[in-house]
């Protein structure tokens, strides 16, 4: 009874504790132990069964005789003494392995030098690293999936600057448009990856209207009681292949660019204020203009124009225009943007940098 209940408590500690014997093999884990390493984990028996290590067998390849965690553990037994090391540990969860670090400290539970305890002091931050992971696949899978939706061909380029980005471009076809949303929320990291997630599952896909759309969007928002330093921005378009025309807003967001096949550049400007609790009574509204067989059209994040270089200076709207008149297609558009960004800028965003580009 009082076992069960000392596991209970081990169970409820954030920090990873599991027991071993002199042979190596872990007689006990606690949860947080068992989470830090693989979804696999069965938390006792060979280190291998412990930490659901891929090796065929633990303890007989090349690879377990490197392994840190398998040393730092026989340097204990073979001293009978407390050993602390900080080793690399594998992290694997949703068919994705990523390596962080994990600082052992291994204490002698009895005299004999028969059991020892393991307290793995990094395995919470493990865990937050394990779940960075899982919330950078999930982003990723929200990410448009193909290369022509409506019969219109598009290329997008997402670069985040962070594990996890603020981000949010989106395609999808409704009613015979193609449509297009670009969306990039304020802040960094974590707290900018829920809210461009409350973007996608805020953004009426089934509204027609991007106005309408985007009031919706708004409303929703202003029921989180952002604070005064909280926004969205958004650039949203609808093309009619069938009437050849584009519908098309931006709140908050960099205009929308539109090369004239043969004419030059036209930036498509919409004024309006970003998704927000500053102006709780303003109603957006969306404006229409035709296009002709070979224009793109061009949807950016501010991460682009303001991306600065080793001198500080703006890869600006001016180095964006000069790229698009440049290229064949949006395919085209969006390789070349991402080779100028990166010699431009060394590779080292300060910002998210996405674009989405057209074949009109």
Excluded at 27 to 43: I, L, Q, T, Y
Excluded at 53 to 63: L, R, T, Y
Excluded at 64 to 79: G, P, Q, S, T
Excluded at 283 to 290: D, G, K, N, Q, W
Aim: charged share 30%.
């Amino acid at each position: 009874m009082f076992a069960k209940q000392y596991k209970k408590i081990l169970d409820r500690m954030p920090a990873g504790v599991f027991v071993f014997d002199d042979r190596l093999r872990v007689r006990f884990s606690n949860a947080a132990f068992r989470r830090s390493f693989s979804d696999r984990a069965k938390g006792k028996g060979s280190l291998k069964e412990a930490l659901g290590c891929e090796e065929a067998s633990c303890g007989g390849s090349s690879a377990c005789a490197a392994c840190a965690f398998r040393n730092v553990m026989r340097a204990a037994v073979r001293d009978n003494a407390e050993k602390s090391e900080t080793v690399s540990a594998s992290v694997r969860r949703g068919g994705h392995t990523d390596n962080v670090a994990v600082r052992i400290r291994i204490l002698p539970a009895d005299e004999k030098g028969k059991l020892f305890l393991g307290l793995t002091e990094g395995s919470y931050r493990t865990e937050i690293e394990r779940e960075m992971i899982s919330a950078r696949q999930i982003q990723r899978r929200l990410l448009p999936a193909g290369k022509s939706m409506g019969g219109v061909s598009y290329s997008y380029l997402f670069v985040p600057s962070l594990e996890i980005g603020g981000d949010l471009p989106d395609v999808y076809e409704l009613n015979g448009r193609t449509y297009g949303i670009l969306a990039d929320v304020s802040g960094k990291g974590i707290s900018a990856g829920m809210l461009s997630a409350f973007v996608r599952a805020g953004f009426d896909r089934r509204e027609p209207s991007l106005a309408r759309a985007v009031d919706k969007l708004a409303e929703k928002f202003r029921e989180l009681n952002p604070d005064e330093r909280s926004y969205i921005t958004v650039a949203a378009v609808s093309i009619d292949e069938r009437e050849k025309k584009i519908r098309y807003l931006s709140a908050g967001h960099n205009a929308p660019i539109l090369l004239k096949s043969g004419q030059g550049i036209n930036e498509i400007e919409s004024p309006a204020p970003p998704v927000s609790g500053w102006m709780p009574d303003f109603r957006y509204a969306e404006r229409e203009m035709p296009f002709e067989k070979g224009d793109i059209l061009v949807l950016l994040t501010d991460g682009i124009t303001e991306c600065r270089n080793a001198a500080g200076d703006l890869f600006g709207i001016e180095r964006t225009e000069s790229v698009l008149l440049q290229s064949r297609s949006a395919e085209d558009f969006i390789g070349k943007l991402k080779n100028a960004l990166g010699v431009f800028a060394g590779g080292a965003f300060a910002d998210d940098v996405t674009a989405m580009a057209f074949d009109l």
